[in-house]
């Protein structure tokens, strides 16, 4: 771990986490939208991790967290997924900007 | 003899030590067993494929290849030199990259998991803390390039076999993550070689009965892993012709037919240091019990293969969820019942449960009746 | 020694390098498939990036579980839902520039944020190594409530999606 | 056995008769509605006679109750059965039933028959109520209701222009007099501070002091006003022209009210309130002069006329003026005596009239003659009853007449008595006239044949002929005045000895009378034209009736319609005029307020709207709908919540 100054290590996890928001506000189809919420709970992952190996006081609080940030993406991804299929039955389209029918 | 293959080693780098700077030589030892697994691997996988042909030859009453060598036994030189000479054919709207990445990520995680398999004693490659996880892990990647084979050869056939085989690796992987958990409690550590070590003195975990549950649940879902009949639906030759490697041919049909077979061993590997007490045994060397144990349980293989026939897709997927599953968790009861009594009172309130329980589970199993299907005659 | 440690060092760095390559792959790619497969690999990489930690367990969870389980039920809804997605769609809709504009902002305040903040290193925890059992009694012990709190969520989630996902049996 | 608190009944059979008749008389009694007054009339007979006799034996009855309480006031009204009100009671309920029975058989036949009767009943009803109220207000409500019969019954044939005229007028006249008669009631109580007629008496014949604290002035004033009601109801010289003309109602009618009954009721006034008269002497003789003016007035009047029925109501008039002059000269009894005795034979002289025109069909006495054959009865009651009218003794108008005439003549009223004495020759005259053209002589009228009426309408008349002879007996000297003792044994007044030179000059005058009329009109018949020529003007003021009619209507009508006309213009000018500008003032100010009401309000709220909806208009475009939309807002305003907080920048 002293190999690498936890700076960079927070520099990595913050672009990942940008490239995962840019993600999330760009892509038309949902499943992109999933993909990249995925992006940015990992980019927390490593934040958390790093933080648990530089600073924290009992060092398993981090790993803990992981866990459960995990456990919790691998709930949003069921969920999304799980209404993206009935959207795509009933909606025959997956494209975020097709299914707008709350437009005013 | 024991350990012949270690000295050896240590002697080759002592051999390279006198001239090399030290951490040049711990690269070195890295390489030599890098070497060794990646040369094992094939050459097991090359004499697996003769074995299983000689053995269901047997079976069927006949003579398995003969011809090419004594016994037969250069045959899996020219099949290798066959897949070499081979056209190489890419589909031409499918999606290039991903059909040629699939072979590479389908034998990369089979070579990886040799990582961990311990041949003999002190004879693992790195007996990693987190050893049975990571071979846990490594192998449900597998699932990934079926996904890429089946995808990138864009045709219908293909991509129903993926789907089917994703779905059928990633039911039977939570048995077999359960199946392990048991012995994890009581060897009290994730790595194999504490595994092993837990089981020495014919203390074998498979000579108790949560060890026994757990070793046959294990060994269930080891066939269905790496896709071996009687559970190979998805490249059932009669319905799906080659299953998800239908579009390759050569050499890279080649990698997924030497990644099936090296996932065979270590599976068998794995079963073996889990629940049959790995390299450990009375008299003979560490590694020959290792290897004796693993192909035993491969001619098991092949026998099924001789013997069942082909699993239906749902009985398949009803049999990992509605029956290993539960089977598993009152598995894991047992074993917490286990440890704090084992010996005769053990056995026999733990056989007790696991016996009532499988009764009581085939008796839910109600045999599936598909939908009566109501056909509305057109007005 | 030190040339190890460089060469680990361009090792870890090249790795996050992959890793951002790919994340921006995930991002940008206009096949959705392949954006998968790069979000696996970025999740990998994050793995290797565990064990630069000495979190193997974290590792070895995450490939299992994440790698393993979520990126294959995206796969799952990709191959359902993906055959109606010619490659010609364009896969990024109007937005994307004040999305980027935003994010590089963010980028930019957190980024200095990051930098002036004097973390607090503590060097007890630097080489302190966290066996699995310490985190199974952890686990057991001070966060036995998150862990069945989660244990409940996800069952609760996951019958949620069947119900949603199921074909709606009824006439 | 008849207790004096029966006397309430008497009044009340005729009300209830009334009752009966009017409500279920047209749709199921029809023709039997006579009996039903007929009974009420002979029950209250019953009932008032056995008292009558016990008053004539010397009791007195009065009774009250408390009718209303006004303040610390009370009205009370009830019963006052004295010597007066008694012979009076007598006379109206026998006559009352005789003329009833007569109608019965007269107005058979007519489609009005049982209202006819309700009418009667209810006059009835008041005649009887009047005679015994003990009371100012008691006998001016019974007035009222007179006043309404007579008016009702004068109008009975309705579909006659000049019947319902004649009803009007007469209902009108009598109204002028009743006004007065109630501004003397009440400046009689502000005076005296009551109306009941004994509490009046008690004040007046009391004591010498009592008496000096009452304003004299003013008692005599109301005394006038009194006796205004009695000109009007009792046609005296100004307000008499409606009794002509009231002869237009069917004749049991003109028998019972304008003969007997209801202007008797005007004498009656006089003496019921003869104390009050008898307390200022100073207006006796106003009363006095009104009487004999209207009494020779009347008399000259009906030498003309040739209507049957018009001759005998100016014969009543004048007979009424007799009277009043009476009363006027303290001639109680006299007076009274009179009334009783006129009130017979001038019902039987009607009745009888008014069988001839039902037999005859024919009311001008021009056309008929020589019906004294066909028509034995009624010939036979109609002479008998014009001789007492005449004062041929022993009948009973002698008698009273000659009271009156004695009274004149014992105090001193030269004049009044010779202007009598005239009038009584004028009387026989016109009276035998009448019964020479109609019952004498030749036929005049060949389309005329006349035919005898029926039992039931000659049995009264017999029954009435009957009254008229016997009757003056208790006023004669023969019994010793025993009627005018009897009715003046309260309040004393000068007695006068019977002279012989008062009888015989009475006596002269009714033969001298009926032997002229017999010359001019049995014998030689033209000397009546050649008189009307010689005394043209003269015939022609009597025949025209002094010209009354035209004088008032040029004089009184006339004004009295242009006041009203100039009155109604202004009223219909200014007045409507201003009614008119409200309601175009008020349309205008709903314009003004509509017009405000359209702009500003309906503008502020339309506004409100409009600028409602730009507002959503614009705020609206936030919703895209793109979930992404929502996400980029939301990231950027956190964002620019990061840089605010931490203050970045």
Not at chain 2, 287 to 311: C, Y
Not at chain 3, 147 to 154: D, Y
Request: charged fraction near 10%; glycine fraction near 8%; aromatic fraction near 14%.
């Amino acid at each position: 771990m002293n190999l690498i100054p936890l700076n960079h290590i927070l520099i990595f996890s913050l672009a990942l986490f940008g490239i995962g928001i840019y993600g999330i506000l760009t892509r038309r189809n949902i499943i992109g939208i999933l993909i990249s919420i995925e992006l940015v709970l990992n980019a927390a992952n490593i934040n958390l991790i790093a933080f648990s190996k530089t600073t924290s006081l009992s060092p398993e609080t981090g790993l803990v967290f992981v866990l459960f940030v995990i456990a919790i993406a691998a709930i949003t991804v069921a969920v999304g997924l799980a209404i993206v299929l009935a959207l795509y039955r009933s909606r025959k389209t997956i494209f975020a900007d097709e299914v707008h029918l709350l437009k005013w | 003899m024991d350990q012949l293959f270690v000295n050896l080693k240590a002697w080759f780098l002592n051999l390279l030590g006198l001239f090399l700077p030290d951490w040049l030589v711990m690269l070195a030892s890295i390489v030599v067993s890098g070497v060794v697994i990646l040369c094992l691997g094939p050459f097991i996988m090359m004499y697996l494929t003769l074995l299983e042909r000689k053995v269901i030859g047997r079976i069927q009453n006949r003579y398995g290849p003969n011809r090419v060598g004594p016994w037969g036994l250069l045959q899996p030189v020219a099949d290798g030199i066959k897949m070499f000479t081979k056209e190489d054919i890419i589909p031409a709207y499918g999606d290039k990259l991903i059909h040629l990445l699939a072979p590479i990520v389908i034998v990369v995680p089979a070579l990886m998991v040799f990582l961990v398999v311990p041949f003999g004693r002190n004879m693992t490659a790195v007996d990693l803390s987190i050893g049975a996880l990571y071979f846990l892990a490594i192998s449900s990647i597998t699932t990934f390039p079926i996904f890429m084979g089946s995808w990138a050869s864009r045709n219908k056939y293909s991509m129903l076999a993926g789907m089917r085989t994703a779905a059928q690796m990633v039911s039977y992987e939570i048995p077999m993550t359960l199946a392990i958990v048991p012995v994890i409690m009581m060897s009290q550590s994730l790595s194999t070689g504490a595994i092993v070590a837990a089981q020495n003195g014919l203390k074998w975990f498979v000579f108790t009965p949560w060890g026994l549950v757990g070793f046959l649940i294990f060994f269930f879902c080891a066939i269905v892993e790496c896709n071996r009949p009687p559970f190979d639906l998805p490249e059932a030759e009669s319905e799906l012709i080659a299953g998800f490697h239908t579009e390759y041919s050569g050499m890279k049909f080649a990698f997924f037919y030497m990644a099936e077979y090296m996932n065979a061993f270590t599976l068998a590997a794995i079963a073996v240091t889990l629940f049959l007490g790995g390299w450990q045994g009375p008299l003979f060397p560490s590694w020959l019990w290792f290897f004796g144990k693993t192909f035993a349980l491969i001619f098991m293989m092949i026998w099924f293969r001789g013997t069942f026939p082909r699993f239906r897709v749902d009985q398949l997927m009803g049999f990992a969820w509605k029956f290993l599953l539960p089977m598993t968790l009152v598995n894991i009861l047992v074993t917490g019942f286990w440890h704090f009594n084992p010996g005769a009172v053990g056995w026999g309130v733990s056989g007790a449960v696991l016996v009532g329980f499988f009764f009581a589970i085939t008796a839910l199993n109600r045999p599936f009746v598909p939908e009566k299907r109501i056909y509305e005659l057109a007005e | 020694m030190d040339l190890l440690q460089l060469a680990i060092k361009t090792g870890i760095y090249t790795l996050m390098a992959g890793t951002l390559v790919f994340a921006l792959g995930v991002v940008m790619l206009k096949n959705l498939f392949h954006a998968a497969l790069s979000l696996a690999a970025v999740l990998i990489g994050t793995a290797i990036l565990y064990l630069v930690f000495h979190a193997e367990f974290m590792a070895a969870a995450q490939i299992l579980l994440y790698v393993g389980a979520v990126i294959t039920v995206i796969i799952f809804a990709i191959m359902l839902t993906e055959h109606i997605a010619e490659r010609s769609i364009i896969q990024r809709n109007k937005q994307s520039l004040p999305a980027l504009l935003g994010v590089l902002a963010l980028l930019v305040l957190i980024g200095k944020v990051l930098l002036k903040t004097p973390w607090p290193v503590n060097p007890s925890t630097l080489d302190a190594r966290v066996s699995v059992s310490d985190l199974g009694v952890a686990l057991m012990g001070a966060y036995v409530f998150p862990f069945e709190v989660i244990s409940i969520l996800l069952v609760g989630a996951l019958i949620g999606a069947v119900v949603i996902a199921r074909k709606d049996s009824r006439p | 056995m008849v207790t004096a608190d029966w006397i309430y009944l008497v009044p009340l059979f005729p009300l209830m008769a009334f009752v009966v008749n009017l409500l279920w008389g047209a749709r199921f009694l029809k023709n039997k509605a006579a009996w039903v007054s007929i009974a009420a009339s002979v029950a209250a007979c019953a009932v008032a006679l056995p008292i009558c006799v016990k008053v004539f034996g010397g009791a007195r009855f009065s009774n009250e109750f408390v009718w209303l309480t006004i303040g610390s006031g009370t009205l009370r009204f009830g019963y006052l059965v004295d010597p007066l009100s008694a012979s009076l009671l007598s006379m109206v309920t026998i006559v009352g039933t005789l003329i009833q029975i007569y109608a019965a058989g007269y107005m058979a036949g007519d489609p009005r028959f049982s209202r006819f009767f309700a009418y009667v009943s209810l006059f009835m009803f008041a005649m009887l109520t009047l005679t015994i109220a003990n009371n100012f207000i008691l006998f001016f409500m019974a007035w009222e209701i007179m006043g309404l019969c007579s008016y009702l019954l004068i109008g009975f044939y309705f579909e006659k222009t000049s019947a319902a005229k004649a009803g009007f007028k007469a209902f009108l006249t009598t109204r002028v007099g009743d006004v007065g008669f109630l501004i003397g009631m009440l400046t009689l109580f502000a005076t005296l501070g009551t109306l009941d007629f004994s509490e009046i008496n008690s004040l007046l014949t009391g004591t010498s002091q009592a008496r000096l604290g009452i304003n004299t002035g003013l008692l005599a004033m109301s005394a006038l006003c009194i006796f205004c009601g009695t000109i009007g109801k009792s046609a005296q010289f100004p307000l008499h022209v409606w009794l002509p003309d009231a002869m237009e109602g069917p004749t049991p009618v003109s028998a019972l009210i304008h003969a007997a009954t209801m202007v008797a009721a005007g004498v009656f006034l006089i003496a019921r309130s003869f104390v009050i008269f008898m307390a200022v002497p100073g207006t006796m003789p106003v009363v006095t002069t009104i009487g004999c003016v209207t009494a020779f007035m009347a008399a000259f009047i009906a030498l003309t006329q040739t209507d049957i029925k018009r001759i005998l109501a100016y014969s009543t008039i004048s007979q009424l003026g007799y009277m009043v002059t009476a009363l006027g000269m303290q001639g109680l009894g006299a007076g009274t005596f009179h009334l009783i005795t006129h009130a017979f034979f001038k019902a039987l002289l009607f009745l009888a009239a008014g069988s001839v025109i039902h037999g005859t069909h024919v009311q001008d006495i021009r056309q008929m003659g020589g019906l004294f054959k066909k028509m034995p009865h009624t010939a036979l009651t109609f002479i008998i009853a014009s001789l007492a009218l005449a004062g041929v003794p022993p009948l009973s108008g002698f008698w009273s007449k000659d009271e009156i005439l004695l009274t004149a003549f014992a105090s001193g009223h030269s004049l009044v008595f010779w202007t009598l004495l005239l009038t009584a020759f004028m009387t026989a005259f016109y009276m035998f006239r009448l019964v020479f053209m109609t019952f004498f002589g030749k036929a005049r009228d060949p389309k005329v044949h006349a035919h005898e009426s029926p039992a039931l309408m000659t049995l009264p008349l017999w029954a009435l002929a009957v009254g008229a002879i016997l009757l003056g007996i208790p006023g004669s000297p023969m019994t010793h005045h025993w009627f005018q003792r009897f009715l003046a044994h309260a309040i004393h007044h000068p007695e006068y000895h019977p002279s012989t030179f008062v009888m015989t000059c009475s006596v002269v005058a009714a033969i001298s009378g009926i032997a002229l009329a017999g010359i001019i009109y049995l014998k030689n018949i033209h000397w009546a034209e050649a008189i009307a020529k010689t005394f043209r003007p003269l015939y022609q003021l009597s025949f025209n009736k002094f010209y009354f009619d035209e004088i008032y209507s040029r004089y009184i009508i006339r004004p009295f319609n242009a006041v009203g006309a100039i009155f109604f213009k202004f009223d219909a000018s200014i007045i409507d005029g201003a009614v008119n500008g409200a309601g175009t003032g008020s349309l205008w100010i709903g314009a003004v307020k509509n017009w405000i009401d359209q702009h500003i309000v309906d503008g502020l709220v339309n506004f409100m709207g409009t600028f409602t909806r730009l507002l959503n208009s614009i705020v609206k475009r936030l919703q895209t709908g793109f979930v992404q939309n929502y996400l980029l807002i939301a990231f950027l305003s956190f964002l620019v919540f990061i840089i605010w907080e931490l203050k970045l920048i």
